[in-house]
Structure formats: structure tokens, C-alpha cells
């Protein structure tokens, strides 16, 4: 069975940084792509980052280019995503995918 458990939300300052974990379990995590979507307060589901097998390719939305740095371990069998440069539009419930697998997420609120 398929489980991707996200870790490191929280209360994060508007300029600040949070740093997200999800842990794989359940399929040979070096072999598959993985992602992060997130879903805002009373709005739909929107992706965020992409990463390849090997971590050569990185995607991004055009909300978060620049700001946020999505990596993987594939040792640790975890994907990370690094958020910087918050902003309050950041907020909202954060969920890594594998295809179209979501995990549980993790709760991010930018505010001061």
C-alpha cells in the first residue's frame, strides 16, 4: 500500500521559510516521479512542484518559481520541498503525490 506522510507545516512569517517532508512508503520510491499540490481555503487543488526519478528535472508553478526548491533523497525515501520567501497566498494544506496518489498533508499558514 501506497502511504506518503507530509511533515513541517505551521505557522510561517510573510518573508519567512518553512521547509516540508513527506515520507514514502509501500513502492520503490527511487523509481517513480513525485510531486506537491496544495488546496487553499475555498479553492480548488493546484500543483506546485515536479521532480523526475533522478531529480535532473524540477517543475514549478508560475506562483512559486523562484521561491520555492523542490528536492528528493532517495536513500531516505523522502521528498522535500523548501518554501521561501512566504507570502500570505501561500497558505493552505500541502500534499505530495505520486501520480495521482495524495498522501495525508500538512497545514501552512502565512500570516504575521
Known amino acids: 500500500e501506497v502511504q506518503l506522510q507530509a511533515s513541517g507545516g505551521g505557522l510561517g512569517q510573510p518573508g519567512g521559510s518553512l521547509r516540508l517532508s513527506c515520507s514514502a512508503s509501500g513502492f520503490t520510491f527511487r523509481n517513480f516521479a513525485m510531486g506537491w499540490v496544495r488546496q487553499a481555503p475555498g479553492k480548488e487543488r493546484e500543483f506546485v512542484a515536479g521532480i523526475s526519478w533522478n531529480g535532473a528535472r524540477r517543475y514549478y508553478s508560475d506562483s512559486v518559481s523562484g521561491r520555492f526548491t523542490i528536492s528528493r533523497d532517495n536513500a531516505k525515501n523522502t521528498l522535500y520541498l523548501q518554501m521561501n520567501s512566504l507570502k500570505s497566498e501561500d497558505t493552505g494544506v500541502y500534499y505530495c503525490?505520486?501520480?495521482?496518489?495524495r498522501g495525508q498533508g500538512t497545514l501552512v499558514t502565512v500570516s504575521s
Open positions: 503525490t505520486k501520480g495521482q496518489t
